[in-house]
């Protein structure tokens, strides 16, 4: 299991966001987490990736508790977060966003990137040539400062960024959110891709429809509780998420 | 007369874009108007009188030492004030008095240990300046401009050129997208602590080779760092020079038909020009929300 979490409760304050949630995601998988605006999807996210600190509960990754890292600390751990919103750095161009998606790169004398993959040195180049790969775009804009793009080209980036460690699970924040309906699909069809290259995905999506097409497994939130957990097609077909959840009758 | 007191003016320019610089590094991270700013100026002018006239030190090395000491200060306000205030996820209100704290409280320290009395660095026999112009340059005011130029570039080239110094303009643009990625925010803080407060002790340093050195020197001081920085756009660099030259060439050239006595005057309706007409300055953002 590359992820697991045991119970999870998370308070804002003294509000109750996620109430004793449990989930898992398997090495290869993509697994979606949809549900309404409101339901603690976006929380459970932010608590694996530690910018929230759980009330109880546990966080495994790799069999290892990581309830009290900073993201931080889980970037060199091989867990990153594209959070929503995308936040590139705008003042920023478009290899300096991805330079910094790969600063743990030697920034000690234990590199985690040199651990993990046995080798000597990495170049930052090089890493960048595989993200230009993926997003053709970004090699074509990769001089121009990161306001400068497209909400579509800055997903692309905020996504790029997040895969220049070549991560081993990638969290996804609303990776549609306020994208042309084109650039959706262009988004899912890459994410599709980063799967099929190695990566395990997790992600958060208001458009459950697309989700649950593109993911193998999902998990229905609703009000800090999953509501339902199965295969996505499963999930596509079941009578009363497609009622309550994906809005038809 | 022209021509002097334009020269004055970009003397004094230099130094209020080294502290406003500093102010502006320290801002773009921590995002609060760090006041302890002053006092790192004026801890930095007396760490230069402590090497120079009691340890005897020369004046090169005193010079690297105190600025060393002041990042050194830097660092220690940050981990005992600030750092336990973020572990409470204090407002910026909180940082905001608690750095006034924390400048009344060291200026008072120094008092206390070097007297209210005015000191001065007197290094050697005053000589008569260069002729340039029609203008008078002294020797010191020759260092203090080149000085203060060098330290600009090297900022620019370190927050360009550099690792640390793109992950320092990371975090400035988003510390949460830096925190994602990897970047430690407590050390991001800690560097931009360091640096902006060298910074601050340089102009201490360069100010007490030219004039007298008294322990509540640094008010004005960082009141004049704070409307450069404001004036030249907050949260940019090269803004804060802009801003700082600015400040400093107005201050002059506007007592060249009143007393000199209106320096200061000028210099807060300049301010209240900018936050009237252009209250994101030169170079900053206009969409930006700031906060104090």
């Given amino acids: 299991m590359l992820l697991e979490v045991r119970s999870l409760t998370v308070y804002y304050d003294t509000v109750l966001a996620l109430d004793n949630i449990s989930l898992t995601v398997s090495e290869g998988e993509i697994v979606a987490m949809i549900g309404p605006n409101g339901a603690g999807k976006s929380t459970a996210l932010k608590a694996i990736c530690g910018l929230l600190k759980p009330r109880s509960g546990e966080i495994l990754f790799q069999g290892e508790n990581i309830n009290d890292k900073q993201p931080y600390q889980l970037v060199e751990k091989g867990l990153c977060l594209v959070p929503e919103g995308r936040r590139v750095f705008t003042s920023m161009t478009v290899s300096e966003n991805l330079e910094m998606g790969a600063y743990t790169v030697s920034s000690g004398q234990f590199s985690a990137l040199r651990r993990r993959n046995r080798q000597p040195r990495t170049d930052i180049r090089h890493l960048l040539d595989k993200v230009f790969v993926l997003f053709p775009v970004l090699k074509e804009r990769r001089k121009q400062r990161a306001a400068t793009l497209s909400s579509g080209e800055q997903q692309m980036l905020a996504i790029g960024r997040a895969l220049m460690l070549k991560p081993k699970l990638l969290l996804l924040d609303e990776p549609s959110l306020g994208l042309s309906p084109n650039y959706v699909d262009t988004v899912f069809e890459n994410i599709k891709q980063i799967n099929t290259d190695g990566t395990t995905i997790l992600l958060v999506e208001q458009n459950a429809r697309m989700a649950l097409e593109y993911a193998d497994r999902g998990y229905v939130f609703e009000i800090g509780k999953i509501a339902f957990e199965d295969k996505a097609k499963n999930l596509l077909e079941n009578d009363e998420v497609r009622k309550s959840f994906l809005g038809e009758h | ?292």
Avoid at chain 2, 186 to 206: K, N, V
Avoid at chain 2, 247 to 272: P, R, T, V, Y
């Fill in chain 2, 1 to 292: 007369m022209l021509p002097q007191l334009i020269l004055n003016g970009i003397i004094a320019g230099s130094i209020y874009a080294v502290i406003a610089i500093g102010f502006t590094v320290i801002y773009r991270t921590v995002k609060f108007f760090h006041f302890a700013h002053g006092v790192v100026y004026t801890i930095g002018a007396y760490f230069a009188y402590t090497l120079i006239i009691s340890l005897h030190f020369n004046l090169i090395l005193s010079f690297f030492l105190s600025i060393v000491l002041a990042a050194l200060l830097g660092i220690a306000i940050d981990r005992s004030v600030y750092y336990p205030l973020r572990q409470q996820n204090a407002s910026n209100l909180i940082f905001l008095l608690a750095s006034f704290g924390v400048f009344i409280f060291l200026q008072n320290l120094i008092q206390l240990i070097y007297g209210a009395q005015i000191l001065t660095i007197r290094t050697g026999p005053i000589k008569e300046g260069h002729h340039f112009y029609g203008a008078v340059i002294t020797d010191i005011q020759i260092l203090i401009l080149v000085v203060s130029i060098i330290l600009m570039i090297f900022l620019w080239l370190f927050i360009q050129k550099t690792k640390l110094g793109k992950a320092m303009r990371a975090v400035a643009d988003d510390p949460v997208a830096a925190n994602v990625v990897g970047i430690n925010p407590e050390r991001i803080i800690r560097t931009s602590f360091a640096i902006g407060s060298a910074l601050a002790g340089a102009a201490g340093i360069l100010i007490s080779f030219e004039t007298n050195i008294e322990p509540t020197m640094g008010f004005s001081a960082l009141l004049k760092g704070i409307i450069a920085s404001i004036i030249g756009g907050i949260g940019s660099i090269p803004g804060a020079v802009l801003g700082g030259f600015f400040l400093g060439l107005a201050e002059n050239l506007g007592i060249w038909k009143i007393s000199a006595g209106w320096k200061d005057c000028i210099a807060f309706l300049i301010l209240i020009i900018f936050l009237l007409i252009r209250p994101w300055g030169f170079l900053g953002t206009k969409t930006e929300k700031e906060t104090i």
